[in-house]
């Protein structure tokens, strides 16, 4: 089959240049068109089913309303596990399914189920919503409003009614939360006082208002030759109209609600607060659709931006639109990754430039690189597989591959032609270039195959990991595959047309014939010294080894977004004045240090918020000027500087991308989390406390908090039948006329255009005070006695929770801890001995430790167990076409020698091994096992086609004439990674950098055993006469 399509390449090569070009082109376009981001979608399915339940406290969330969702919804199909949070008037669970499910399926499964469920909840409960559906990272864009004349009221009205239609108009945009301002309703605030003058209850009052306002549809009337529509409307645009309506009417005298009553335009309650720096504003929150390209969303957000702002201007309000970008690091990372390609695309034409000293040769193997990599873009795009730091990483890991296919084909062709003119009868030109492609193209076939086959464990990965890696496999197949196939036709083709017409040179460059004699004799002292050396060979191994286990671990590398994300935690039951008061602080202190752009700040909630959290936690994003990876550093070093500033806050500082991911992981916006699973929730919280205090006292723990914390300040009132039956009263009225009293009742709304007002009844401001004005709130009795609420029932002041949360139905505390200097692995090691003996649970009661360090390790035993596997597939393969076990073991033996270098590198490097470590040891063994198998089968190929005799100067023969392919693989394929390891740190080559570095170490170690020491043992163990493989035919010579 080579043999056809090498044939097919050489007679028709115009028909092989035009589809090159047609690849080319096609593979450009592709380019433009591609999908870009920085990770692939690293989440699971997934669906979050919200609830809205006003005035209910955490634990009746709990009960009336989550668990009875959660019984509904744990029967799923594909359902892999299910976090809720129950807290003060909201309901938040999260369903994730397994990875192979259908997104759209789940979201069909899940909001059939939440339909029937919707009945089942208590009144006053808010039917279930399912929220919009994102990408993993969800946020695209963070906008701030604010304004020097304009009120609160009026700025959320803006980004309500005006700014939030128009981005949500923007294609790719699921969804525009507002953070902040003051939700404007209108308030008929009760005096109770004056209730009790007129012998009426706030219930009455209830009744009265729901009549006051509305807009009824009244249908029409038919006459013989015209139908007139007929619109009824009933509504009430003023507080002073509804003022004005009659609640009630005794002997011909009115009383109305302005009577009892002040009726004006106010504010909701709060559920959370924004400001900019550090002043009040509103934040909007843009989430992107799933499988939408954030480049372009981003681009059509600012298109959007640009045509409102102007209008907004004159109205006096001030649009920053840099709150949070993520295309930002998307397009710093991305140009990173794209200027690391080039500069080692450039670094590679330069060597095989100067080892081949012939520019047409080095064009032909130029020509290698960007056609391989535009094919292999072609298919990813084609597939929807975006290009993002992870794909775009894989074909640079891939570039020393995709030149060794024509560097090897190149260099023999080159070789044989040259040999070929020295000859008294030269042979065709076509044919020297046919038997000189296919003397190595099958060995490259194989050891193609090879190298995809120990890649295999790459794509195996679960969890975070497979999604984060598998595209970064799928790339760097799809390149070698390309490469491949490119080797098999445009070389020739071009080898055919650019190297034959004209006069070679009879002998080999200089610097080529003295590295060679050079290598010859150097060999031959490797020979007799051979004990030595495979003595302080073994040794290296042996360390290596052994080394292995004794390396720190981390799962994600820390990002360089540029941004950073600050959690500010005050005392349970602070309110959200003060959060905002200390938050100011805050954001001045944020402010002033050195390469901070802008600081913003949002505390509690905004209604239907994904990331639902208490009034006391504050979120501020810290958006720093475009600096260097050290700057960042330093940035980072100054921000927690800045908070240490702040004796009492419970702070940590992370960075969006890495929170995501802790997220998906635990379900915690941090590296390491402690779920403390029981019943009793007063046992968990206190062993919750215990744990946290210990981790607190470990070296590396950055901020340690409880998720969370209990002692929030409650009002318990709790009715007494026997007095509510004695006064005539039912509970039901009681309880309704409390919530009315406190929460107030939405009772009708009023509409302005496109916008929505509520009518809401709620007691005056100055009788609901203190936890006084509760108990003296009066109701009337049938008989029209005014009775205290104090009198019905027992008041007292209790601890509650802001937030209970479950883990598959579970009661569930967290312990959450950022760390500091120090890897996971080790910080985890020592918590999980330290916890395990000085932590006493009661039965029932467990400790999970979860986070970073447990999908590292899944990870880490995924890439040994499918490695081990893989290994031993690759060695079944060998022996089938070897039928050597000596073979088999001469190729396999350069995996130790790469290893040795790769643990060498990371050493040096700070010692820990990161998962993009973990993925370039597997790199490195596919590309150590293909540059055995290309040498032992020079030697086959030597022995069975060239006619040499196994000896000696056969085996310094083949190593000498592969010396400069295996020189200029392991050049190029370092020089392609240089730019990577240089720039590890920067954005984007965070991940792909730790790869580059381990592959760069194994490739000098496993090159130079490969040229020392393997043609050695070969010599001494090798059997190429019987036991290689089967001598081949002259046309398809190699394995």
């Given amino acids: 089959m080579l043999n056809a399509i090498i044939r097919f390449s050489l007679r028709f090569r115009g028909v092989i240049y035009a589809l090159a070009v047609v690849a080319a082109g096609y593979g450009v376009y592709s380019l433009t068109r591609a999908k870009l981001d920085v990770f692939p979608e690293f989440a699971p399915p997934m669906s979050i089913v919200q609830t809205e339940a006003p005035g209910l406290t955490s634990e009746q969330v709990e009960t009336l309303v989550t668990q009875r969702l959660e019984n509904g919804l744990g029967g799923l199909v594909g359902l892999q596990s299910m976090r809720s949070r129950s807290m003060q008037g909201l309901s938040a669970i999260t369903l994730v399914f397994n990875e192979h499910t259908n997104v759209m399926q789940v979201r069909q499964l899940v909001s059939e189920r939440v339909n029937e469920l919707a009945a089942t909840l208590p009144s006053g409960v808010h039917p279930p919503r399912l929220l919009p559906l994102t990408t993993t990272t969800s946020v695209v864009r963070t906008i701030g409003l604010t304004s020097n004349t304009r009120s609160l009221q009026a700025l959320y009205d803006i980004a309500q009614w005006t700014l939030r239609p128009q981005l949500m108009s923007v294609p790719g945009v699921a969804d525009a939360i507002v953070f902040g301002g003051q939700t404007r309703q209108m308030q008929i605030q009760v005096d109770p006082t004056k209730l009790i003058r007129y012998g009426l209850s706030i219930q009455d009052v209830v009744a009265a208002a729901k009549a006051s306002t509305g807009v009824k549809g009244a249908g029409f009337i038919e006459g013989d030759n015209q139908r007139i529509a007929v619109n009824a409307d009933g509504q009430i645009a003023e507080p002073q109209t509804l003022a004005n309506v009659v609640l009630h009417w005794s002997h011909g005298a009115a009383v109305r609600i302005g009577d009892v009553a002040t009726v004006a335009w106010g504010a909701a309650p709060a559920v959370g607060a924004a400001s900019i720096m550090a002043h009040p504003g509103v934040m909007v929150v843009l989430e992107s659709q799933y499988g939408t390209n954030t480049l372009e969303v981003t681009k059509g957000i600012e298109t959007s931006l640009a045509s409102i702002k ?203 014939a003295r590295l060679k004699a050079r290598y010859a004799a150097l060999l031959l002292t490797v020979e007799q010294h051979v004990k030595s050396v495979m003595i302080a060979v073994g040794l290296m191994c042996v360390v290596a080894l052994g080394s292995l286990p004794l390396l720190s671990g981390n799962f994600i590398p820390e990002l360089r977004e540029g941004h950073y994300i600050v959690h500010m935690g005050l005392a349970p039951g602070t309110s959200l004045a003060e959060s905002m008061r200390v938050g100011a602080r805050v954001s001045q202190v944020l402010m002033k240090v050195p390469g901070v752009r802008l600081v913003a700040q949002r505390a509690g909630r905004a209604h239907g918020v994904v990331d639902p959290t208490g009034v006391q936690l504050s979120e501020f994003e810290v958006d ?402 019987r036991d290689l493989l089967a001598k081949p035919s002259e046309n398809s010579p190699g394995i």
Avoid: C
Avoid at 365 to 376: D, E, G, N, T, Y
Avoid at 455 to 472: C, E, N, R
Avoid at 745 to 772: E, F, H, K, M
Avoid at 906 to 927: H, K, R
């Fill in 624 to 1025: 720093l000027e475009p600096m260097s990876a050290t700057g960042q550093s330093w940035a980072l070093y100054r921000i927690q500087q800045a908070l240490a500033r702040f004796p009492g806050l419970t702070t940590s500082v992370n960075t969006f991308l890495v929170e995501r991911i802790d997220e998906t992981i635990s379900g915690a916006t941090a590296p390491v989390a402690v779920n403390v699973f029981g019943d009793n929730l007063d046992v968990i919280d206190r062993k919750a406390q215990e744990i946290a205090q210990l981790l607190g006292s470990i070296r590396g723990a950055a901020s340690v908090r409880v998720e969370s914390p209990p002692d929030i300040p409650e009002l318990e009132v709790r009715l007494k039948p026997e007095s509510l039956s004695r006064w005539g009263f039912r509970p039901l009225d009681v309880l309704d006329t409390i919530q009315a009293a406190n929460e107030g009742t939405t009772v009708s709304q009023i509409y302005r255009g496109s916008r929505t007002y509520d009518v809401v009844v709620v007691l005056a401001p100055s009788a609901r005070a203190t936890p006084d004005d509760i108990g003296a709130l009066k109701l009337r009795n049938p008989d029209g006695l005014a009775v205290s609420l104090r009198d019905l029932a027992s008041i007292r002041q209790v601890s509650g929770r802001y937030q209970i949360t479950h883990d598959n139905g579970r009661r569930m505390q967290t312990v959450s801890v950022n760390l500091g200097n120090r890897a996971v692995s080790d910080f985890v090691k020592e918590a999980q001995a330290r916890v395990s003996r000085e932590i006493k649970l009661p039965s029932g009661t467990y400790a999970v430790f979860t986070g970073e360090n447990e999908a590292r390790t899944q990870s880490q035993h995924d890439l040994v167990v499918y490695g081990a596997i893989s290994l031993l597939g690759i060695a079944m393969l060998l022996f089938l076409a070897m039928k050597s076990r000596r073979g088999v073991v001469l190729v396999m033996i350069n995996l130790p020698f790469a290893l040795v270098g790769g643990v060498l590198s990371v050493a040096l490097t700070g010692g820990t091994l990161s998962l993009g470590g973990m993925v370039g040891f597997v790199t490195l063994f596919g590309i150590s096992l293909r540059n055995s198998i290309m040498l032992i089968s020079h030697y086959e190929h030597l022995v069975h086609v060239d006619g040499h005799t196994w000896g000696p100067e056969t085996a310094v023969q083949g190593a000498s004439e592969r010396l400069i392919p295996i020189l200029m693989t392991a050049l190029v394929t370092a020089l392609a990674l240089v730019p990577l390891a240089l720039t590890s740190g920067a954005a984007g080559n965070e991940i792909e950098g730790p790869m580059a570095i381990v592959i760069l170490g194994g490739l000098v170690t496993s090159t130079a055993l490969n040229l020392l020491v393997l043609p050695t043992l070969a010599l001494r163990y090798g059997r190429f006469e």
């Fill in 310 to 512: 102007p209008i907004l201007a004159k109205q006096g309000v001030e649009v920053n639109a840099e709150v949070f970008r993520p295309a930002s690091f998307i397009d710093a990372a991305l140009s990173h990754l794209r200027t690391a390609l080039l500069v080692g695309a450039a670094l590679v034409i330069s060597v095989l430039f100067l080892f081949l000293l012939n520019v047409r040769t080095a064009v032909i193997s130029a020509v290698a690189i960007p056609l391989s990599l535009l094919v292999a873009i072609i298919v990813l795009t084609a597939f929807g597989v975006s290009l993002n730091t992870m794909t775009l990483g894989g074909l640079a890991i891939a570039l020393g591959e995709v030149v060794d296919d024509a560097i090897i084909d190149v260099e023999n062709i080159y070789r044989r032609l040259r040999q070929n003119q020295t000859l008294p009868t030269p042979q065709p030109a076509y044919r020297v270039v046919l038997r000189a492609s296919l003397e190595v193209r099958s060995a490259v076939v194989f050891a193609t195959f090879i190298v995809m086959l120990i890649f295999l464990p790459v794509l195996t990965l679960s969890g975070v990991a497979g999604k984060l890696f598998a595209p970064l496999g799928i790339a760097y197949i799809l390149a070698v595959l390309a490469s491949l196939g490119v080797a098999l036709t445009v070389t020739p083709a071009l080898a055919l047309a650019l190297l034959v017409g004209g006069p070679l040179p009879q002998h080999e460059p200089r610097l080529i």
